[in-house]
């Protein structure tokens, strides 16, 4: 599972606007994208909240210390998802943790 994270302190900077533009692109090229929002503001889940797609899911974690559990947690969801005897090699997957 690929991580990237994007974080600054400085409110206002484009890290919202920044992670919806790297996910969408990254769905579009078929990788799986989940979001994880840490800022309090809730700009990424109010977007997804207007969105009439599912995806990319996002994941609102307010408590820094989750972040790490909730990653993990994605990667078990992934690596127990069944698979067929001889699968295709699984799409590539992004978590976005966006930091206030």
């Known amino acids: 599972m690929l ?3 994007l974080a600054t302190q400085k409110g206002g900077s484009g890290k919202s606007t920044l992670a919806i533009g790297l996910a969408l692109v990254a769905m579009q090229a078929g990788h799986t994208v989940r979001l994880i929002e840490t800022d309090s503001q809730g700009t990424l889940s109010n977007w997804q909240a207007r969105r009439s797609a599912a995806e990319p899911i996002v994941e609102p974690v307010y408590n820094g210390r989750e972040i790490e ?3 993990l947690s994605l990667e ?3 690596s127990s998802t069944p698979r067929a ?3 295709p090699p699984p799409p590539r997957r992004f978590a976005m943790p ?3």
């Open 3 to 5: 991580t990237l994270v």
């Open 69 to 71: 559990q909730r990653l």
């Open 76 to 78: 078990r969801r992934r």
């Open 85 to 87: 005897a001889s699968p």
């Open 98 to 100: 966006i930091c206030a």
